[in-house]
């Protein structure tokens, strides 16, 4: 693959596709049509480049997710020495979105954190048999 082959509003298209962007964003974020992005991810060189982009993008939104773990730990506890006043200054739905928001990244985190490490041991399994079958 040449990535060198790219152009800057290539390599723009490819880092947002790869991070996750619908076609209409990658554009907006590359500076072209939605239609240049359609026809690049026809050629063989940009689909590969975005192809070989998806996982380190994958890796950085898992790593915010585990990072905001911690915050979503710190709402969580905090709701929970909450007193009654003060809930009740919040208001009880600010509070229970608060709560609920957390949960959910507490538990994508968790997630995320199991797929990167079954993602990394399957890696591994992968290049031991690779290193086995060329024996």
């Keep these: 693959m040449k990535i060198g082959a790219l152009t800057a509003k290539q390599l723009r298209a490819v880092a947002a596709l790869a991070a996750g962007a619908t076609y209409e964003r990658a554009a907006k974020l590359a500076h072209c049509s939605k239609r240049s992005i359609v026809n690049w991810t026809e050629q063989p060189v940009f689909a590969e480049a975005v192809k070989a982009a998806r996982p380190a993008a994958f890796a950085r ?3 915010r997710a585990e990072a905001g773990a911690s915050e ?4 969580m506890r905090a709701g929970n020495r909450m007193t009654a006043a003060r809930a009740a200054k919040l208001g009880k739905l600010a509070l229970d979105a608060r709560l609920s928001s957390a949960r959910a990244l507490l538990s994508f985190a968790l997630k995320a954190h199991e797929l990167l490490d079954l993602s990394e041991r399957v890696a591994a399994v992968e290049k031991r048999i690779g ?4 024996e």
Excluded at 72 to 75: I, T
Excluded at 131 to 134: D, L, M, R, V
Aim: proline fraction near 0%; avoid cysteine; hydrophobic fraction near 45%.
């Design 61 to 63: 939104t898992m790593a």
């Design 72 to 75: 979503a730990v710190d709402v």
């Design 131 to 134: 290193q086995e079958g060329s």
